[in-house]
């Protein structure tokens, strides 16, 4: 069976420094993967997807990059974090040519 | 423009009784539509995806969609105090830069289950 594995769960980080979210799926090949944000009142925000090793998409501009190293590891980066990235940080996958979207238990990152 | 509206309640309702939970969106295309249910602090799990016209019935849920109105909605029958969450409401509209369909997600109806 496929699993989705995020960490870290709980971030607490200063305002500037880095950031480093890290997401792997186990049990398939080739899925479609994304990161989403969801912020304190607001809904889920789409921030990155990508089809296959080193194809990133970005559906909106921010502070943050992805990168997919790996068919199932799919990582978000920020080299300076902002009072506005904080929120709840949600990996999820698809599998190609489907559209069920199974997502991780989420990492959640306050900036202070 | 991609949206998904719903009403963000909270959404009370006595345990034992129908909740029910509306959505709307923008893009008449959509084919494709999901039910998320998202505990407090967790992730959202999917409960009910929806491709047709007409109900489809899920144990206690059943999903209604009308394409011509662009609506779909979640029934929960005999509700109970653990269908409390929020829940999102989820369309496919393929993504500007091609290559993937997500899913665009309302931001979520509050509900409580009133024991």
């Known amino acids: 069976s496929q699993t989705i594995h995020q960490w870290p769960a709980t971030l607490v980080q200063p305002v500037g420094s880095p950031l480093s979210l890290e997401c792997t799926v186990e049990g398939t090949s080739n899925p479609n993967l994304y990161w989403y944000r969801q912020a304190a009142g607001r809904g889920l925000q789409l921030l990155f997807y990508s089809v296959g090793i080193g194809q990133i998409s970005s559906e909106v501009p921010q502070n943050l990059s992805a990168s997919r190293p790996q068919d199932r590891q799919f990582i978000l980066s920020s080299k300076k974090l902002l009072l506005s990235d904080s929120g709840f940080y949600l990996c999820?996958?698809?599998?190609?040519?489907?559209?069920?979207?199974?997502f991780g238990a989420g990492s959640r990152l306050t900036v202070l | 423009q991609k949206e998904v509206e719903q009403n963000s309640g909270p959404l009370s309702v006595p345990e034992g009784a129908i909740a029910s939970l509306n959505c709307t969106y923008s893009d008449r295309g959509s084919q494709s539509f999901f039910w998320y249910r998202q505990y407090s602090g967790k992730s959202p799990e999917l409960i009910m995806s929806?491709?047709?016209?007409g109900d489809k019935e899920d144990g206690r849920f059943t999903a209604q969609l009308n394409k011509a109105s662009q609506y779909v909605s979640l029934l929960i029958r005999d509700s109970q105090p653990s269908d409390s969450a929020t829940y999102l409401c989820?369309?496919?509209?393929?993504?500007?830069?091609?290559?993937?369909?997500?899913?665009?997600f309302g931001k979520g109806t509050h509900l409580i289950i009133q024991p």
């Open positions: 999820a996958w698809e599998p190609i040519g489907g559209n069920v979207l199974t």
């Open positions: 989820a369309v496919i509209f393929r993504y500007s830069g091609g290559g993937a369909d997500g899913l665009t």
């Open positions: 929806i491709y047709s016209n």
